[in-house]
């Protein structure tokens, strides 16, 4: 799938589906915020969610006073969804509209969370690129 047609494919999702109709839907990610909690990061670490659009963790990692939290999703609708949704709470949160496989991250991440987004690319090449983005998106001292 072409970035163009992914990218309308994912907006046509959020656009006609409300999030407890997708199967990624959860209420709260538990296993993302056992696995986060795990690592006993500073709050002020930098933690990007990839593919978080729609999701909850974002409101979870704000409750828990995380203060350096990005979201990043090719689907600028649902990042729109998650900004109405935490309203005056997001304001500081780095909100990325973006195609993973061509994002060229600012700033490097202590953690990189993605529940579903890598699984859901099937070209050798977009993996590749993932995996590249991601080698250098992080923080080689964390």
């Given at each position: 799938?072409?970035?163009?047609?992914?990218?309308?494919?994912?907006?046509?999702?959020?656009?006609?589906?409300?999030?407890?109709?997708?199967?990624?839907?959860?209420?709260?990610?538990?296993?993302?915020?056992?696995?986060?909690?795990?690592?006993?990061?500073?709050?002020?670490?930098?933690?990007?969610?990839?593919?978080g659009?729609?999701?909850?963790?974002?409101?979870?990692l704000?409750?828990?006073?995380?203060?350096?939290?990005?979201?990043?999703?090719?689907?600028?609708?649902?990042?729109?969804?998650?900004?109405?949704?935490?309203?005056?709470?997001?304001?500081?949160?780095?909100?990325?509209?973006?195609?993973?496989?061509?994002?060229?991250?600012?700033?490097?991440?202590?953690?990189?969370?993605?529940?579903?987004?890598?699984?859901?690319?099937?070209?050798?090449?977009?993996?590749?690129?993932?995996?590249?983005?991601?080698?250098?998106?992080?923080?080689?001292?964390?």
């Amino acid at each position: 799938m072409q970035m163009k047609d992914s990218k309308a494919h994912w907006e046509n999702i959020y656009q006609t589906k409300k999030f407890p109709e997708v199967s990624w839907y959860q209420e709260k990610p538990e296993t993302s915020l056992k696995i986060i909690r795990s690592f006993n990061l500073p709050k002020s670490a930098k933690i990007i969610d990839v593919g978080g659009g729609d999701s909850y963790l974002v409101d979870f990692l704000l409750e828990e006073g995380y203060e350096n939290i990005s979201v990043l999703d090719i689907s600028a609708k649902a990042l729109q969804k998650a900004k109405k949704r935490l309203g005056v709470k997001g304001k500081n949160i780095n909100w990325i509209a973006a195609d993973i496989t061509e994002f060229e991250p600012q700033v490097h991440y202590d953690l990189w969370h993605d529940r579903a987004a890598f699984h859901f690319l099937t070209e050798a090449a977009k993996i590749e690129k993932y995996k590249e983005v991601l080698k250098t998106s992080l923080n080689k001292e964390a």
